[in-house]
């Protein structure tokens, strides 16, 4: 399903360790409008119930994740609501 | 022909890679074969890691600042005081304030990052921050006043400089009010963007006891978006309210404008290759970045900006003597980090790894002052 999201902003965190895709996805969020989406591009596998944990707390919301396998990567698809 | 190499920005990075080349290239700077260029806005270099000193009122500003023209080799480097404004990648050549169009062969960003805290509405007026040398002496001020209440120190921005400073901040507020019989009457509170202490989990985790043990109270996934300096109360985008009397805030921080416009890199940081430090955007063919301007995935700390110096110095020799540059830089990272006012740990690491925090100790606290002193020599090149 989310293969087919079309992000607005794509963040490369691949190889990030500090201060890690979490953060550069906070950043993002806090300068984007209500409805932009993000792909996050992460291969800190800590992202997958980070992310989650912070999108739900803040009250975003989560459209999806894909694993690039073969890349060694993850997406995660996060619209940012009001 | 003579080869230029132009260095913006006379920083840590940028006071170090000039004395690297005036070293490797001073048979060629003297035969007018190569020439360096080093532009800085001031005269003077701020040794920033002094500001938490002077918060506590244990370091003055003017101990933390030394001319330029002090640090580096005037007779092989042009160094100019003056501002760049424009950036031409195409062209190869920089525009300065007083109006000179300066062509280079070799461009070096090392402008560092800047501090914004106008993004957060209210952070200005209802917040303190130790970042720079006035927010310093105003929170100099404010802390030697401030006898009973709530202090917060709120991370704000992300990426930030010296990302162990907010940790060494209440640590050492911590002790500085228990030495003053004060500690009772004062509540610390610690707040991060994330949901843990810091942005690398063995830093996060060594925090947490300290902070555990110290009484001092941490607040994760927790991320201002306003300040309301009336109320003085932390409004999150997480839909927190978070009341405090006096909060130090790590404000948001800023690449530079001429990144961005030259197509470099996104939020003004220079996009480049982790290992080489060349920028990556199409067309940027000569173009390096060290230091907090360069986005690569480890801190914005001095001790980034000295080792990639030292890689961006050989592989520009490399060049100019025709060989094949083959340094590289690892992310080797280095900070020692203050856990009061007489004790003090040390972490080292490199890209990916996961460094090892050391068991705090009054000799890493003197070493960590000795340095503060003989910095001034990793300046000029000689350690």
């Known amino acids: 399903m989310s293969e087919a999201i079309q992000p607005d902003v794509t963040i490369d965190s691949r190889g990030a360790t500090c201060p890690g895709p979490l953060m ?8 984007a409008d209500a409805g932009t989406v993000f792909e996050l591009q992460t291969t800190d596998s800590s992202s997958s119930h980070d992310v989650p944990e912070w999108v739900e707390k803040a009250g975003h919301e989560l ?19 009001e | 022909m003579t080869e230029r190499i132009v260095i ?7 006071t170090v890679l000039a004395n690297r080349l005036t070293d490797d290239l001073a048979a060629e700077i003297d035969a007018g074969e190569v020439e360096v260029v080093l532009i800085n806005d001031t005269p003077e270099q701020t040794y920033k890691p002094a500001f938490l000193y002077v918060t506590f009122g244990k370091k003055e500003l003017a101990e933390a600042r030394r001319p330029i023209a002090d640090l580096v080799d005037t007779d092989r480097v042009d160094l100019r005081i003056d501002r760049v404004t424009g950036l031409d990648t195409d062209a190869k050549r920089v ?3 007083t109006g000179t169009e300066l062509a280079y062969d070799h461009l070096v960003l090392a402008m560092g990052a800047n501090l914004a805290p106008e993004e957060v509405p209210g952070l200005m007026e209802g917040g303190h921050h130790f970042y720079g040398p006035e927010g310093a002496e105003k929170l100099r001020d404010a802390l030697a006043d401030f006898e009973a209440g709530h202090l917060v120190l709120s991370v704000i921005g992300v990426p930030h400089m010296c990302p162990a400073a907010p940790v060494e901040f209440v640590l050492m507020a911590d002790a500085w009010f228990r030495e003053r019989g004060l500690r009772d009457e004062i509540e610390i509170t610690y707040t991060y963007p994330i949901q843990r202490a810091h942005g690398i989990q063995s830093v996060a985790d060594w925090a947490t006891e300290l902070f555990e043990e110290r009484d001092i109270n941490l607040e994760t996934f927790f991320n201002p978006e306003e300040i309301d300096p009336e109320a003085k109360t932390i409004e999150t985008m997480e839909g927190e309210s ?8 790590i404000p948001p921080h800023a690449g530079s404008d001429l990144v961005t416009e030259a197509g470099l890199g996104d939020d003004g940081w220079v996009a ?8 990556t955007a199409e067309g940027a063919e000569g173009v390096y970045a060290i ?15 000295h080792y990639e110096a030292g890689t961006v110095a050989d592989r520009i020799a490399s060049r100019v003597r025709g060989q094949v540059p083959t340094a590289t830089f690892d992310g ?5 980090i203050e856990s009061g006012t007489d004790e003090a740990t040390f972490v080292e690491f490199g890209y990916g790894d996961q460094p090892v925090v050391r068991k705090p100790s009054k000799l890493l606290h003197w070493g960590k002052l000795a340095y503060n002193e003989s910095y001034w020599l990793t300046a000029r090149g000689l350690i």
Not at chain 1, 24 to 31: A, F, S, T
Not at chain 1, 68 to 77: A, N, Q, V
């Open chain 2, 242 to 249: 978070f009341e405090y009397d006096l909060l130090v805030a």
């Open chain 1, 24 to 31: 550069d996805l906070i950043g993002k969020v806090k300068k």
């Open chain 2, 332 to 336: 080797k990272t280095i900070c020692f």
């Open chain 2, 272 to 279: 480049v290759d982790k290992h080489t430090l060349e920028a």
């Open chain 2, 95 to 97: 525009s300065l304030e």
């Open chain 2, 8 to 14: 913006v920005g006379g920083g840590t990075g940028g």
């Open chain 1, 63 to 81: 459209l999806g994740v894909d694993e690039h396998e073969e890349e060694g990567y993850w997406s995660i698809f996060i619209e940012k609501t």
């Open chain 2, 291 to 305: 230091g907090d301007v360069a986005d690569v995935p480890t801190s914005k700390a001095g001790s980034v900006a």
